[in-house]
């Protein structure tokens, strides 16, 4: 699995409608990139804008990804994840319906589980500036298999 752009629906324990981003397009073990098309029944708008929540849940089920990536190339299943702790979240400017988005993670420490990543995301299509829409740091916390409930 080290193709790119690498589909997100076996990197998510989600499905359909709440699996909202498309691809995981550069990971490593310290970082990620995705892209989400806000399509015009993209479940996170509204009338036309992303949802100030949808901003997190974007960048949550980006961690997400790349912890699926990961554990897939250690042939293990995917496991839940849970977003702890949203800090320091700012959003600049609402995204469109249209507009092709790039969500940027990275890790900045790990400690029993509990991931703290910082979270950029800009849009992603031609001809629109760079400039962030938002910006902030996530704790994600994925428990141990030993730790999951009904295993």
Same mark, same amino acid.
């Given at each position: 699995?080290?193709?790119?752009?690498?589909?997100?629906?076996?990197?998510?324990?989600?499905?359909?409608?709440?699996?909202?981003?498309?691809?995981?397009?550069?990971?490593?073990?310290?970082? @990620?990139?995705?892209?989400?098309?806000?399509?015009?029944?993209?479940?996170?708008?509204?009338?036309?804008?992303?949802?100030?929540?949808?901003?997190?849940?974007?960048? @949550?089920?980006?961690?997400?990804?790349?912890?699926?990536?990961?554990?897939?190339?250690?042939?293990?299943?995917?496991?839940?994840?849970?977003?702890?702790?949203?800090?320091?979240?700012?959003?600049?400017? *609402?995204?469109?319906?249209?507009?092709?988005? *790039?969500?940027?993670?990275? *890790?900045?420490?790990?400690?029993?589980?509990?991931?703290?990543?910082?979270?950029?995301? *800009?849009?992603?299509?031609?001809?629109?500036?760079?400039?962030?829409?938002?910006?902030?740091?996530?704790?994600?916390?994925?428990?141990?298999?030993?730790?999951?409930?009904?295993?």
């Amino acid at each position: 699995m080290d193709a790119f752009p690498a589909p997100v629906g076996e990197l998510l324990p989600h499905a359909l409608p709440m699996l909202c981003i498309d691809s995981l397009v550069n990971v490593s073990s310290e970082s @990620a990139e995705v892209l989400v098309h806000l399509g015009p029944d993209h479940i996170l708008l509204r009338d036309g804008l992303l949802s100030e929540v949808g901003y997190v849940e974007l960048a @949550a089920q980006a961690a997400g990804a790349m912890k699926g990536y990961a554990e897939k190339l250690l042939g293990l299943p995917v496991r839940e994840g849970f977003l702890v702790a949203v800090q320091d979240f700012s959003i600049f400017s *609402r995204a469109r319906q249209g507009q092709t988005l *790039r969500i940027s993670l990275s *890790r900045l420490a790990e400690m029993s589980g509990v991931n703290l990543l910082e979270t950029t995301i *800009r849009p992603d299509s031609p001809g629109t500036s760079q400039d962030p829409l938002a910006w902030g740091k996530l704790k994600v916390f994925v428990p141990e298999p030993s730790m999951t409930p009904g295993q």
